[in-house]
C-alpha cells in the first residue's frame, strides 16, 4: 500500500520559515513527479510545486515563487518544501502528491496533509 507522509508543519510567526516534508512508501519514487499542493480553510486545495522525477525541473505558483522551493532526495524517497517569508495567507494544509507524469489534475497518490499556520 502507497502512504505518503507529510511532516514538518506548525505554528509560525508571520516572515518565518519552515521546511515540510514528505516520506513516500513508492517502491519506484524515482520514476514520480511529486508536487506540493494546499488547501485553505473555506478554498479549495490549490497547486503549490512540482518537481521532476530527477529533480531537474520544478515548477511554482505564481504566488510562492521566490519564497518556495521544491526538492527531493530519490536515494531516501523523500521530497521538501523550504518555505520562507511566510505570509497569513500561506495558512493552509499542505498536501504532497505523486503522479507518473507531469500533470497533477488527478494526482495517483495523495498524502494525509501537515497544517501550517501563520500568525500576523
Known amino acids: 500500500q502507497v502512504q505518503l507522509v507529510e511532516s514538518g508543519g506548525g505554528l509560525v510567526q508571520a516572515g518565518g520559515s519552515l521546511r515540510l516534508s514528505c516520506a513516500a512508501s513508492l517502491r519506484t519514487f524515482s520514476s514520480y513527479w511529486m508536487a506540493w499542493f494546499r488547501q485553505a480553510p473555506g478554498k479549495e486545495r490549490e497547486f503549490v510545486a512540482s518537481i521532476s522525477w530527477n529533480g531537474g525541473s520544478t515548477s511554482y505558483a505564481d504566488s510562492v515563487k521566490g519564497r518556495f522551493t521544491i526538492s527531493r532526495d530519490n536515494a531516501k524517497n523523500t521530497v521538501a518544501l523550504q518555505i520562507n517569508s511566510l505570509k497569513p495567507e500561506d495558512t493552509a494544509i499542505y498536501y504532497c502528491?505523486?503522479?507518473?507524469?507531469?500533470?497533477?489534475?488527478?494526482?495517483?497518490?495523495w498524502g494525509q496533509g501537515t497544517q501550517v499556520t501563520v500568525s500576523s
Open positions: 502528491a505523486a503522479h507518473p507524469i507531469r500533470d497533477f489534475s488527478d494526482p495517483s497518490y
